[in-house]
């Protein structure tokens, strides 16, 4: 070992000591990784040097961090600076494209700038320089407005107590459209098998039906069952009369079509399809308060749909308040953090032969009610990473999905969500969670 190596390692000792840390000895929350990239070290080299100081600390003895090895093992690495400084060149470029730097496209542009380096050899000097594959999506471009709106309804939800406002009480509302078939898709097949045949006149006139769904967080009831948060999955159709014959069906016979969603039809659902269901599925809340929260498209607040929700929540004794998240804001919304895209991958597994809008209806409320708890209530954990992430961006969105620690929390026996304001789930992490 070098004397740079040996100083970097002391100095890695002394930041690590002087790090906060929990009562049992473990650093706080993402203080880890930012050891990790400040003292360029591995997760192997950290837990190494961490166990020489605990081990020193246990037994008062004098620390030594001189390297073991006494000579060095196997082959050398031929990753020279220059190649190095190439291939993250090559990278940025891409990374400007939007285009993904496969194995491939790396060697080509490592040759026209003069090193021969295989396929598989590429693919390890990836790998030695901690190369990993990251999702991009387009993100909504925020206007100043927006942006303190997004970061005034957040400081909403947060008490006098300087934490996140209990959610139990909250039913989060929203719409998404399902499609009969789809476009494209992968399949097995064997050599004597063929793939089912798909036709449609075009790819914009494939049925497809809205559907109004509601959930609230897992919970307990009084009785000590577990209520499962699925509220309701509504249909936007109607049944009417086939106006004339076809090789489907014959004149008159009662068929399902999808209906145009407008402020009275969505006032309608709100009304005798979404409260009543909330009202049975939390019948113990009734002098709770009761938060709806859905987001501010027309037909939700238009049409004097506001003064209604709020005449209707009150009836009966019952204390039930409509929230209208902020604008441009799908990020503070249970249902499309998490349960949409979870609904649309299990809904393929109720297919059926049939192609009918009946059928559809039929399999996503299926899916609906079959989804599991334990995925709902970790969208809940994830509402309140992003509400921590859009104060900490002053109510923008320039944030990658966050990494919550939820599946450690839950094997921990704790509740998926962490209430507190700043990103300390008060919870020590393990080396997997941060990795």
């Not at 050899?121 to 190369?131: K, Q």
């Not at 027309?298 to 209208?324: C, M």
């Not at 209530?377 to 859009?390: A, K, S």
Request: with cysteine; charged share 30%; net charge positive.
């Amino acid at each position: 070992m070098n004397i740079a190596d040996l100083q970097n390692n002391w100095v890695f000792v002394h930041a690590y000591r002087n790090a906060p840390k929990y009562e049992d000895g473990t650093v706080f929350r993402g203080e880890k990784q930012k050891l990790l990239a400040k003292f360029g070290k591995t997760a192997m080299q950290y837990r190494r040097l961490v166990d020489l100081v605990k081990e020193s600390d246990r037994n008062d003895g004098e620390l030594d961090l001189q390297d073991r090895r006494h000579q060095n093992l196997g082959r050398p690495s031929q990753l020279t600076p220059e190649i190095e400084a190439a291939m993250k060149a090559i990278n940025k470029t891409n990374l400007k494209k939007r285009l993904r730097s496969t194995r491939r496209r790396i060697q080509y542009e490592l040759k026209k700038v003069g090193f021969e380096i295989a396929l598989s050899t590429v693919h390890r000097y990836i790998l030695l320089l901690n190369g990993k594959l990251a999702v991009w999506h387009i993100k909504v471009l925020l206007t100043q407005e927006q942006m303190v709106g997004r970061k005034a309804f957040v400081d909403s939800q947060i008490t006098s107590l300087g934490e996140f406002r209990c959610v139990e009480n909250d039913v989060h509302v929203d719409e998404k459209w399902f499609y009969l078939m789809q476009l494209d898709g992968r399949l097995l097949v064997f050599p004597d098998d063929e793939l089912p045949e798909q036709y449609a006149r075009h790819k914009n006139d494939i049925p497809k039906v809205m559907f109004l769904c509601a959930v609230c967080k897992p919970q307990k009831r009084p009785d000590g069952s577990i209520m499962n948060g699925l509220i309701a999955c509504e249909a936007f159709t109607e049944i009417i009369e086939a106006k004339r014959t076809s090789k489907n069906r014959e004149k008159g016979t009662l068929t399902e079509q999808p209906i145009t969603v407008d402020a009275p039809t969505y006032r309608a659902y709100i009304k005798d399809r979404i409260i009543p269901k909330i009202r049975k599925r939390l019948f113990w809340k009734k002098q709770e308060k009761i938060t709806i929260r859905h987001d501010g498209a027309k037909p939700h607040d238009g049409g004097g749909n506001a003064s209604f929700f709020r005449r209707w929540g009150q009836l009966y004794g019952w204390n039930i308040v409509f929230e209208t998240q902020s604008a441009q804001s799908p990020d503070v919304n249970i249902l499309d953090i998490g349960v949409f895209n979870g609904l649309q991958a299990l809904s393929d597994e109720y297919r059926t032969d049939s192609s009918s809008v009946a059928d559809l209806v039929t399999r996503v409320k299926n899916t609906f009610y079959r989804y599991p708890l334990q995925s709902l209530d970790n969208c809940w954990g994830v509402l309140h990473e992003n509400y921590r992430l859009i104060r900490m961006c002053d109510g923008g969105n320039k944030y990658c999905d966050p990494h919550c620690g939820i599946r450690r929390r839950v094997t921990a026996g704790l509740d998926p969500v962490n209430y507190s304001i700043d990103f300390d789930d008060g919870f020590s992490t393990d080396d997997e969670d941060q990795a």
